[in-house]
């Protein structure tokens, strides 16, 4: 009896083939890479202290200082995490600069981790406002929160960035000026929704990782700040 294989080549490679066929990737819209390069957690942090110099006197106190806070900001947000990623993907540790997969993320988590309590330190060491540490610590509660829950269920990380940025503005906002410069308040939302479009349209999140990550750094940073405020506030007045 003739085997199968020798009466139906041709039947059978063309299953083969099905078999392994893999459909092709749609490609991102252009806008929405866009706005997510643009808007992508690792720039959250420089976009947070900088508006510090636009709605807060940190433009007077700190008077030809935007530098000597932005140039700490750049290195140990921006340089350290992306030369990171860069040697982890070239080891082979993770495959993509996304970092998509949950047991890739791990690594990329840490070096963020230490590279924001770096900071922390460095400007603690400053002896700033307390509730200027707490703002630059939220980011490490958001990283060990994050971490925990990508373990279990992709969040969008891009969400909880740009959270964290409206939560911290909120809440120096009111918490420590005592301004309301609504206008800021609405671009920033503005931009906010923007990216979860962004998100959604390029397919890199669902409408659930879109609105727990937004929510998640909202709240986490804007505790943060809140608590810091107070804190430094009673320790001044015991020091009287």
């Known amino acids: 009896m003739n085997d199968n294989n020798n009466i139906y080549p041709q039947e059978n490679k063309s299953f083969a083939t099905l078999q392994s066929y893999t459909p092709p990737k749609e490609a991102e819209p252009l806008l929405a890479r866009i706005v997510s390069i643009i808007l992508h957690p690792l720039f959250m942090g420089i976009y947070t202290v900088a508006l510090l110099f636009v709605y807060t006197d940190f433009n007077l106190l700190f008077a030809g200082q ?16 992306l030369c990171s990623l860069y040697f982890l993907n070239k080891m082979k540790l993770i495959k993509n600069y996304g970092t998509t997969e949950p047991q890739e993320r791990l690594i990329p988590f840490l070096v963020f981790f230490l590279s924001y309590g770096l900071l922390v330190y460095h400007f603690h060491s ?12 939220a980011p490490l509660i958001l990283i060990v929160v994050s971490g925990i829950i990508s373990h279990f269920w992709k969040i969008s990380l891009h969400m909880v960035g740009i959270g964290a940025l409206v939560g911290s503005t909120l809440s120096v906002c009111y918490h420590v000026k005592g301004v309301n410069p609504y206008v800021l308040f609405i671009i920033l939302f503005i931009l906010a929704g923007c990216l979860g479009v962004a998100r959604l349209a390029s397919k890199k999140n669902t409408p659930a990782q879109v609105y727990a990550g937004f929510v998640l750094g909202a709240a986490v940073s804007y505790i943060c700040v809140w608590i810091g405020a107070y804190w430094g506030l009673i320790v001044f007045l015991q020091n009287q």
């Open 66 to 81: 935007f530098f000597l806070f932005m140039s700490p900001m750049f290195f140990l947000t921006c340089v350290v995490p």
């Open 126 to 137: 400053a002896k700033l406002y307390t509730w200027f540490t707490a703002l630059l610590a």
